[in-house]
């Protein structure tokens, strides 16, 4: 089983769309949870961190679930802006900056 | 203030070359990490250094090997390039004060093997 997990996509969605991803890990002592975007043929950019109270930023809301071992993002009201693609990433206790990604989700906001 | 410095930015080799790649990171981080994206791929994590050493390593052999300067920037070497190697390498600069949690990558050396 991979350490990470998302779903696979891609996702085409319609501009205005709400579009949510999935994400599970497999190792229990998982610290830190995290969501980066990327764009094609670019760096990965950190786009929130996600808490277990869950937490929002705009039209952007994470949530974690330590118990299920499950990561979501919602987006809401997509832009054509929002295509990109999205890892979502954990980091173990005691690691300190060995990141643990998923293979992304790729995501395609259409007018 | 520069954010995580890589070059070069594209590199061709052929196999069984050796290649280094370079990474300044940005201003008041200490710590520096290493990851291979291949195509289709999520970054894999190769190896952390501070204080000019590696404090963690994935799962990469040793053809793969890295340095850090006093000036916290880094080199990645590979040696005996296999075709297999051709990826996006991005370097990740981070502050062990902040528990190095919160990375800020480069934008890569894309690296083709042929």
Known sequence: RKEVEQDPGPFNVPEGATVAFNCTYSNSASQSFFWYRQDCRKEPKLLMSVYSSGNEDGRFTAQLNRASQYISLLIRDSKLSDSATYLCVVNLAGSQGNLIFGKGTKLSVKP | ?114
């Open chain 2, 1 to 114: 203030d520069a954010g995580v410095t890589q070059s070069p930015t594209h590199l061709i080799k052929t196999r069984g070359q050796q290649v280094t790649l370079r990474c300044s990171p940005k201003s008041g981080h200490d710590t520096v990490s290493w990851y291979q994206q291949a195509l289709g791929q999520g970054p894999q994590f190769i190896f952390q250094y501070y204080e000019e050493e590696e404090r963690q390593r994935g799962n990469f052999p040793d053809r793969f090997s890295g340095h850090q300067f006093p000036n916290y920037s880094s080199e990645l070497n590979v040696n005996a390039l296999l075709l297999g190697d051709s990826a996006l390498y991005l370097c990740a600069s981070s502050s062990l004060d902040r528990g190095n949690e919160k990375l800020f990558f480069g934008s890569g050396t894309q690296l083709s093997v042929l």
